[in-house]
């Protein structure tokens, strides 16, 4: 059964601090790992996609790796800004469960002025 | 292009009532998961619909169903409420393959009384 875990749980930073967040998982046969925004109350809005066969993604501010063979990923943002302020979570697919994704419990992101 | 649309948005029952919740997904896509979302549990899979068809199921008990229908909306139903099916309630559309990007909703929010 595949587990994936986030770590820090939290994180409180000061603005325009870089900073790094880690997901782990157990199986390493993944289609692919989506890592995602959610403001308190509100829906997901996808950050970033990395196929099995990709190494890295970037978008704007965030990139994110991954490791297929060790079963990690690490979502990086560059100089940080209060608005980045949400919980990420990051989530993968399984070669024998379709779209089904299997999340992290998250990373609470506070951004400080 | 418009989003994934899911309503209601909020939603209070009482234990035994039973609730039906819609997703209508992006345009052109044709697979729909459903997700619940609890303080405790984190993000859980219920289901997942394509092309009219359950392709996945999570581990929740048979109260807990859905359908799609011929043009790719879905509907989640959850008979005989329970206190602790209080959740957010989650829907994902995706274009059809397991690489592709999933986008989510806004959530409906249920309250059982």
């Known amino acids: 059964k595949q587990e994936v875990t986030q770590i820090p749980a939290a994180l409180s930073v000061p603005e325009g601090e870089n900073l790094v967040l880690n997901c782990s998982f157990t199986?390493?046969?993944?289609?692919?790992l989506q890592w995602f925004r959610q403001d308190p109350g509100k829906g997901l809005t996808s950050l970033l996609l990395?196929?099995?066969?990709?190494r890295e993604q970037t978008s704007g501010r965030l990139n994110a790796s991954l490791d297929k063979s060790s079963g990690r990923s690490t979502l990086y943002i560059a100089a940080s800004q209060p608005g980045d302020s949400a919980t990420y979570l990051c989530a993968v697919s399984q070669e024998t469960s379709g779209s089904r994704l299997t999340f992290g419990e998250g990373t609470q992101l506070t951004v400080n002025p | 292009k418009a989003g994934v649309t899911q309503t209601p948005r909020y939603l209070i029952k009482t234990r035994g009532q039973q609730v039906t919740l819609s997703c209508s997904p992006i345009s052109g896509h044709r697979s729909v998961s459903w997700y619940q979302q609890t303080p405790g549990q984190g993000l859980q899979f219920l289901f997942e619909?394509?092309?009219?068809?359950?392709?996945n199921k999570g581990n929740f008990p048979g109260r807990f169903s859905g359908r799609q229908f011929s043009n790719s909306r879905s509907e989640m139903n959850v008979s005989t409420l329970e206190l602790g099916d209080s959740a957010l309630y989650l829907c994902a559309s995706v274009r059809g393959g397991s690489t592709d990007t999933q986008y989510f909703g806004p959530g409906t929010r249920l309250t059982v009384l």
């Open positions: 990395i196929q099995s066969s990709q």
């Open positions: 199986d390493s046969a993944i289609y692919n």
């Open positions: 619909y394509f092309s009219e068809t359950q392709r």
